[in-house]
């Protein structure tokens, strides 16, 4: 009976991580709604709300999830997982509903809610979804985490479908030319842009409340019968750590109550104890001239990523597995923030069936999820190294960009595979960068370690906000996909260039 109980506990807590994590989906929808957006601040908002470019929001956005990723980590110990999820939705979705009235008044104030709050909002729910991915998953831990961040990507297919039939439902055309950029100048349309926000809004905050009735913490006796589940262990001791109350003093406990750290309290000394005896060995290792540190068969041993013990947040900073991970994460997401931001507004350029554009829109968040889901199988079942994953990926982004400029002057099919290539590598930088995170450096620290890495995403955002605007009306469309072309090739050669894996 306990054991069918436990069954049950498992399957609600991973079916909610994945539906409290419908915010993601602001990534995947922003591309259809920003055109809007766009339009509404060009002919029919207050004078002066155009106070900053809308490149903002989604940069914003996506560099802010960092901060929140490393907010998780205190937020949890002093709370615990249930209520840090519970603070993090009220203010995300609070952030994204506000919009629909600073949209009318400032993009700055609009940014900030719908760009900053939302996204720090979204990295502490990330980061304790994935916490709960990792209480409950065992072996098959790569497979939840892409199906956890695919979840989002499959919520965005209904929400495109909602925002055009809701806004655009006659399928009119941008009508306007403002430089090189189209827009949508009748009524009809731009005075519905705040009522999609108010109901994206609500459909999200929907999704997490039932997410927040279904995930919970393992018991005890959960640790106790399976103290080692494929090969791992299903609790690590910074996840007990997270597990505390906010008055637990020096026993942590689940949301519940629960009084785990008794139970764990020797196997964790022991862990702590063998942590620290690998890590020196790993540092001597370290240390030895290059060539010493090739094992058999000439197999290179790249900064003792492969040895089984978990890195604390700054040590991974010496490693060139975290560097060339970091990259990957820079080089991806600046193609990722073009994508969102300029893939229907410069299709509407050379495209001026609305609706289409929006199928395209409706098809991105399919591919992403099937790529995602489908790498983190490989992964799972060790047919890709997370290596392999960063090198496709990369290959794949910077021959699409350089191909971006001219595909939609031939037609729009050819315009959709383009833009849904792109979509399925894009996808996978939540799943890498949180799978390379936790085999290269361990779980011990996995919060704070895939926050660094994440870091990669912030930089790569904010740099889009500021740079891409300007070279956009400085030397055009072509030499702005070219940069993202360019900046793939630089971070594949530094992978290719590096031994990575665990």
């Given at each position: 009976m306990q054991h069918n109980g436990e069954k049950l506990a498992r399957c609600c807590s991973l079916i909610g991580a994945h539906f409290v994590m419908a915010p993601l989906s602001f990534v995947?929808?922003?591309?259809?709604?920003?055109?809007?957006?766009?339009?509404?601040?060009?002919?029919?908002?207050?004078?002066?709300?155009?106070?900053?470019?809308?490149?903002?929001?989604?940069?914003?956005?996506?560099?802010?999830?960092?901060?929140?990723?490393?907010?998780s980590g205190p937020a949890?110990?002093?709370?615990?997982?249930?209520?840090?999820?519970?603070?993090?939705?009220?203010?995300?979705?609070?952030?994204?509903?506000?919009?629909?009235w600073t949209l009318q008044a400032s993009m700055i104030g609009t940014a900030v809610l719908m760009g900053f709050v939302n996204g720090l909002s979204l990295g502490t729910v990330m980061c304790v979804s994935f916490t709960y991915v990792r209480l409950w998953a065992g072996q098959h831990e790569n497979l939840f985490l892409a199906t956890v961040t695919s979840a989002s990507t499959a919520l965005a297919i209904l929400e495109n479908q909602i925002i055009t039939e809701y806004v655009?439902?006659?399928?009119?055309?941008?009508?306007?030319?403002?430089g090189n950029k189209a827009y949508f100048s009748q009524i009809q349309i731009i005075e519905k842009v705040p009522q999609i926000i108010i109901i994206?809004?609500?459909?999200?905050?929907?999704?997490?409340?039932?997410?927040?009735?279904?995930?919970?913490?393992?018991q005890p006796s959960t640790f106790a019968a399976s103290p080692n589940v494929g090969g791992k262990n299903p609790v690590s001791r910074e996840t007990d750590i997270h597990l505390k109350?906010?008055?637990?003093?020096?026993?942590?406990?689940?949301?519940?109550?629960?009084?785990?750290?008794?139970?764990?309290?020797?196997?964790?000394?022991?862990?702590?104890?063998?942590?620290?005896?690998?890590?020196?060995?790993?540092?001597?290792?370290?240390?030895?001239?290059?060539?010493?540190?090739?094992?058999?068969?000439?197999?290179?041993?790249?900064?003792?990523?492969?040895?089984?013990?978990?890195?604390?947040?700054?040590?991974?900073l010496h490693t060139r597995s975290f560097k060339a991970l970091w990259l990957y994460a820079n080089a991806l997401s600046y193609g990722l923030i073009l994508k969102n931001s300029y893939y229907k507004r410069f299709g509407l350029?050379?495209?001026?069936?609305?609706?289409?554009?929006?199928?395209?829109?409706?098809?991105?968040?399919?591919?992403?999820s099937i790529a995602r889901i489908g790498f983190g199988v490989c992964m799972d079942k060790g047919i890709l190294t997370v290596k392999d994953s960063i090198i496709l990926s990369l290959s794949a982004n910077?021959?699409?960009?350089?191909?971006?400029?001219?595909?939609?002057?031939?037609?729009?099919?050819a315009y959709m595979f383009l833009i849904l290539g792109l979509a399925s590598v894009h996808s996978l930088i939540f799943t890498i960068s949180a799978a390379g995170a936790l085999q290269m450096f361990g779980s011990d620290h996995f919060a704070e370690n895939f926050a660094m890495t994440y870091t990669g995403?912030?930089?790569?955002?904010?740099?889009?906000?500021v740079v891409s605007p300007l070279l956009l009306h400085a030397i055009g469309w072509f030499w702005l996909f070219f940069t993202c072309s360019a900046f793939s090739l630089i971070a594949l050669g530094f992978a290719v260039a590096t031994a990575m894996g665990r």
């Open positions: 995947w929808n922003y591309g259809n709604l920003s055109a809007y957006m766009d339009s509404y601040i060009q002919f029919n908002c207050s004078p002066g709300c155009a106070d900053a470019d809308s490149q903002w929001i989604i940069a914003l956005f996506v560099a802010s999830v960092c901060p929140g990723i490393f907010i949890t110990k002093r709370l615990g997982l249930k209520w840090a999820l519970i603070l993090a939705t009220i203010s995300c979705n609070a952030a994204y509903i506000a919009c629909a655009n439902p006659d399928n009119l055309k941008a009508n306007a030319r403002v994206l809004g609500a459909i999200s905050l929907g999704f997490q409340i039932l997410g927040l009735v279904l995930v919970s913490s393992p109350g906010s008055k637990g003093g020096n026993r942590s406990t689940d949301t519940r109550g629960l009084h785990i750290k008794s139970n764990l309290h020797n196997r964790d000394a022991r862990h702590d104890y063998r942590s620290n005896e690998e890590r020196k060995d790993a540092r001597a290792l370290h240390e030895q001239p290059t060539e010493d540190r090739h094992k058999e068969g000439n197999q290179e041993c790249d900064d003792f990523s492969s040895l089984p013990y978990s890195y604390k947040p700054l040590e991974n350029l050379y495209i001026q069936d609305d609706r289409f554009l929006t199928l395209i829109g409706s098809l991105i968040p399919v591919v992403a910077s021959v699409l960009c350089s191909f971006w400029f001219f595909i939609p002057r031939l037609n729009g099919i995403l912030t930089t790569s955002a904010i740099f889009a906000a």
